[in-house]
């Protein structure tokens, strides 16, 4: 459990990182907080999402598997894994460390975590 001076330490220096980038400070990836803000981002993100749901949904009905179809189920969770950890790492890197120790970013970090 979060001790309250911990939780305040972590509200603190979130405050802090936002506040230093809405005042003008730069960014050191701006081409990436612009990447990472986008709609763009967010519906690739989404679109993965379901992708990878509509995959395991295939996986998960193959019965006689083939060497060419494991093959391609392996590179399929390699990709995924790889994305999704790169979606962490560059929210990490846009909005600081602390978005992990926000509640709704748990599972995310959770699945990522998982999975690598």
């Known amino acids: 459990e979060i001790t309250e001076s911990s939780q305040l330490f972590i509200r603190r220096s979130s405050l802090q990182h ?24 967010e519906w690739t993100v989404g679109a993965l999402i379901l992708s990878n749901c509509v995959i395991i949904g295939w996986q998960a009905e193959q019965r006689q598997v083939s060497q060419t179809v494991e093959v391609i189920n ?12 790169l ?21 995310d970090m959770f699945l990522v975590t998982l999975s690598v």
């Open 74 to 85: 392996i590179v399929l969770e390699h990709f995924f894994t790889a994305a999704f950890a």
């Open 18 to 41: 936002r506040r230093r980038l809405r005042e003008g400070g730069r960014h050191p990836f701006p081409c990436l907080v612009t990447l990472v803000r986008s709609s763009l981002f």
């Open 87 to 107: 979606e962490l790492l560059f929210r990490v890197l846009v909005y600081g460390w602390t978005i992990l120790l926000e509640s709704e970013n748990y599972l």
